[in-house]
């Protein structure tokens, strides 16, 4: 991919992210809708990072501050970056009625301009999967953390048919055709997401192993891969249909708890 092509899609990403930005909070999976699935989020990242403490916290591509907002109940000092300014007005508009001092900045995961080893601890939840270059991305991160610092990277694979999509879609065939059901049209926005997915570097989904491969070519170590997210998709099955219920729960999705070494 030549630098044009790079930079044109960047942009593209943005535009797509500021364009969700007014509706992104109304979705389940996006912002929190029960208590139960607030101390989920929470369970799993004391279970990785500890209590907060003061510590520094960076979240990477913040949107509109969901997950600011878990680190800061867990006492981290959090700093959120983004690249949507759409996204960032709502996370600040958040942070301004929740009273919290998360400080939230413009900019490129991928080359965030944090000093070299300034953060206990970096969180991002499903970025990955979108990066245009995640090797880059990794090498940043390790950078920005300091020694004994742990990254965690919650994504999945989004893109490759599980069983409950192929049983989604025969369903759905069945319904259309007894009448019960009408086709869904493709909306533009489905159609531009499409089109941005086919030329990210993981176009075919950000599979654990691959991730957890790349970094360790980045240097942390030791990586652990977390499978356990039942109870956030338990919360979150309450509020979605239940198809998307079944896909969210037959999906490859996970957190990497991927650690700088004291040593680095
Ligand atoms: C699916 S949303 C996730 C938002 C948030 N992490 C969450 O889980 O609620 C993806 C976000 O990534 C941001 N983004 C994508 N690529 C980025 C990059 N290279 N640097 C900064 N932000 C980026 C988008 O602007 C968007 O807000």
Redesign the pocket.
Known sequence: MNQASNYNL?DE??EY??MR?AT?DEQPG?EIFSETERAAWHALFERHFGKGEGRKAL??????G??SHLMHDLGFDVTG????EA?LEKARTKSKLRGSNITFLL????NTLEADNSYDVIV????VW???DPAA?FAEWFRVLKPGGKLLV?DGDFVSPTWATKFNKAMAGFLETLGLRKPVETIPQLQTHRDILARVHFSGGARSDEVSGMLSTAGFDPIKVDFDLKQIHAAQKKHISFAKGLERGAQHRYAICAQKPFEA
Not at 81 to 84: A, F, H, K, P, T
């Open positions: 960047r990403i943005k992210w500021s930005a992104f996006h979240d990477l591509a913040s949107g509109t969901v997950i970056m983004d690249w949507s996204m900019g490129d995961a991928e991002t939840r499903h970025l979108t990066l245009v991305a919650v």
